[in-house]
C-alpha cells in the first residue's frame, strides 16, 4: 500500500509539473531559433481568398452592435469578405438589434439567420458552413469568432495571410483582456491566458502544432472543415484537431489581435471552465486513439498541454490523499499534508477577505485560489461528461462591458 501511495503522489507532481513546467520549456527551447512562416498574401495580393465569416450568436445585445461594427472595419479586399450570422433563438434584443443595424447601414455580403429553434452553437455553426459553401468555390477560408470578441482592423488580414502556405490549415488570433480589474478573478485569468498565448506560440514554431485554438477568433480552410458531431460542447477544439489529423499545421499569429472583456465572478468563470471541461473530456474520448501511448508529435503535445491539464484537479486530490497515506511512516509527508490541509483553507480565506476589499496587492494568492477553483472545475466537468452531455446549448458569460 505504501509502495501504491508513493507511486501515486510521484505520478500527480510529475503530471502536474510536465504539464505546467517541464513541457512548455520544451517548447520554448525547440521554438528558440526558429522563423515564423514566412509565405504570406501581401496586403494587396490579388490571390488573397475569399472569407465567409461564421458568427453564431444566442443573447448578445449588449455586445451585437460592437460586434457588427467591428466586421465592417476589417481592411480587406471588397467583395472578398461575407458574414454569415446565425440567431440560436435569441430571445432578447439581439435579433432587433441586428436588424434595425443593417436596415440603417447595409453591410455587402452580410446574410442574417434568426433561426426560431434554440440548438446550440455547432448546429448553428454548421448551418451557416453549409450556406457558405454551397454559393462559394475556390480558394476560401472561414473566419470562426464569437460575439463577444472584438476584431482589430487588421486581424483579418493578419490570420488569412499565412494561408498561401498550403501546408497551414489554421492560424488563431492572439487573444487578449480588456476591462481588467483589482477585484475579481480578471487579472489571474489574463495572466494564464497570456501563459497559454505564449506557449501555443512556441508550439507553431517548433512543431507547427498548436494544441487547440481560443475558439474566439481563428481562420480555417473552408477545404478542411467538417460539420461539427452533435452535442458538442467544444467545437473549435475539435475542428482544429480534425486539421493537425490530415496533416496540415495549426499555428498562431501574435499580429492578428484581438480583445474580449474580462470575466470578474468567480462563479460565472467556473461554470463556464466547467462546461470547456466538460467538452474537453468528450473530445478526449474521440482523439483517445492518440494518446495511448503518445508516440508522435503530436499525441506528444496533445498529452502534455491538454490531457494532463485536464486532469489536474484528479492529480492535486491523489497528491494530498496520498501524502496523507504516507505521512503515517514518513515526517516529511506528514510535514507536507499538514502543510496543504492548512494552506488551502488559508489562502480561501485569505483571498475571500481581499475580495471583500476589492484589492489586489496578495497577486500570489488570487493566481493560487483561481488556479483551485478551476482545477475543481475540470473534475466537476469531467463527471458532467461521465453522466452524459445531453444537450449543447450555453448562456453567455458575465463580462465587463
Not at 25 to 45: E, S, W
Not at 56 to 66: G, Q
Not at 334 to 362: D, H
Request: glycine fraction near 8%; include cysteine; charged fraction near 20%.
Amino acid at each position: 500500500m505504501q509502495l501504491l501511495a508513493q507511486i501515486v503522489f510521484w505520478s500527480s507532481v510529475l503530471g502536474l509539473a510536465h504539464s505546467y513546467v517541464i513541457y512548455p520549456l520544451v517548447m520554448r527551447l525547440l521554438a528558440c531559433g526558429k522563423l515564423p512562416n514566412t509565405l504570406m498574401y501581401t496586403p494587396d495580393d490579388p490571390g488573397l481568398p475569399l472569407v465567409s465569416v461564421l458568427l453564431s450568436v444566442y443573447n448578445e445585445e449588449l455586445v451585437i452592435a460592437e460586434k457588427l461594427a467591428s466586421l465592417r472595419n476589417l481592411r480587406y479586399p471588397a467583395g472578398k469578405l461575407r458574414v454569415y450570422i446565425g440567431s440560436d433563438g435569441s430571445d432578447d434584443r439581439t435579433e432587433e438589434i441586428l436588424t434595425a443595424s443593417l436596415a440603417q447601414q447595409p453591410f455587402p455580403g452580410l446574410q442574417f439567420f434568426p433561426f426560431a429553434e434554440r440548438r446550440g452553437k455547432p448546429p448553428v455553426i454548421n448551418d451557416l458552413a453549409q450556406r457558405a459553401l454551397a454559393s462559394e468555390v475556390g480558394n476560401h477560408v472561414f473566419l470562426l469568432t464569437d460575439a463577444s470578441v472584438m476584431l482589430e482592423p487588421d486581424t483579418l488580414y493578419c490570420l488569412v495571410r499565412h494561408l498561401k502556405n498550403e501546408r497551414i490549415g489554421v492560424v488563431d488570433a492572439h487573444m487578449r483582456s480588456r476591462g481588467l480589474q483589482a477585484a475579481g478573478i480578471s487579472r489571474s485569468e489574463d495572466r494564464y491566458l497570456s501563459g497559454e498565448v505564449r506557449l501555443k506560440h512556441w508550439e507553431s514554431l517548433a512543431w507547427g502544432m498548436m494544441i487547440g485554438p481560443f475558439g474566439g477568433c481563428y481562420a480555417l480552410r473552408a477545404g478542411l472543415f467538417e460539420p461539427i458531431p452533435p452535442r458538442s460542447l467544444v467545437d473549435d477544439f475539435w475542428l482544429v484537431f480534425r486539421v493537425l489529423e490530415k496533416g496540415f499545421q495549426a499555428i498562431n499569429d501574435l499580429d492578428a489581435v484581438c480583445f474580449e472583456s474580462a470575466t470578474h465572478r468567480v462563479g460565472d468563470e467556473y461554470k463556464r471552465k466547467k462546461r470547456i471541461a466538460a467538452g474537453s473530456f468528450q473530445n478526449l474520448a474521440r482523439f483517445r486513439h492518440w494518446v495511448m501511448p503518445p508516440a508522435s508529435r503530436l499525441g506528444f503535445a496533445f498529452f502534455s498541454h491538454k490531457v494532463l491539464r485536464w486532469f489536474g484537479g484528479f492529480f492535486l486530490v491523489s497528491i494530498y490523499l496520498s501524502a496523507g497515506m504516507l505521512g503515517g511512516e514518513n515526517q516529511l509527508f506528514r510535514l507536507l499534508f499538514w502543510l496543504l490541509t492548512g494552506s488551502v483553507p488559508a489562502v480561501l480565506a485569505l483571498n475571500y477577505i481581499q475580495e471583500r476589499m476589492r484589492s489586489n496587492r496578495l497577486a500570489l494568492i488570487k493566481n493560487v485560489a483561481y488556479f483551485l477553483a478551476m482545477n475543481v472545475a475540470l473534475m466537476d466537468g469531467f463527471f458532467k461528461w461521465l453522466r452524459g452531455i445531453r444537450q449543447n446549448t450555453w448562456q453567455r458569460t458575465a463580462r465587463s462591458e
